[in-house]
């Protein structure tokens, strides 16, 4: 059974840095794709980020160059580091994992419903 757990969000003053984590565990398939979503208060999901198993990674334009998405050498854990943070990227950050496929750009808007989803972990940034 695939779990994900994130962990390490908080509160930042605009400018300031997170690194969220998600642990992920039950992973059956040697390829995937490992995405970073969140909601904001009021708005609709919104992918940010994904990372194949081989390390290809994928970064919608609101984050990039300021967020950059990972993994540990296990491919167990991993991050998302977010760095010059603004209020609008106040919200709730969920891990999810797409096995068996890689990561795909038209899924950071549409998700599909084959995925594995963690909690979520908050995330707010004051100004």
């Known amino acids: 059974q695939v779990q994900l757990v994130e962990s390490g969000g908080g509160s930042v003053q605009a400018g300031g840095s997170l690194r969220l984590s998600c642990e992920a565990s039950?992973?059956?398939?040697?390829?995937?794709?490992l995405y970073w979503f969140r909601r904001a208060p009021g708005q609709e999901r919104e992918g940010v980020a994904g990372?194949?198993?081989?390390?290809?990674?994928i970064y919608s334009d609101s984050v990039k160059g300021r967020f950059t998405i990972s993994h540990g050498d296990d491919k167990k854990i991993h991050y998302l580091s977010m760095y010059n943070l603004k209020p609008e990227d106040t919200g709730m950050y969920y891990c999810?994992?797409?096995?068996?496929?890689?990561?795909?750009?038209?899924?950071?808007?549409?998700?599909?419903?084959?995925?594995?989803w963690g909690q979520g972990t908050s995330v707010a940034v004051s100004s």
């Open positions: 039950g992973i059956t398939e040697y390829f995937y794709c």
């Open positions: 990372i194949e198993q081989g390390a290809r990674t």
């Open positions: 999810a994992i797409d096995q068996g496929y890689g990561c795909y750009y038209w899924a950071l808007d549409k998700p599909a419903s084959r995925y594995h």
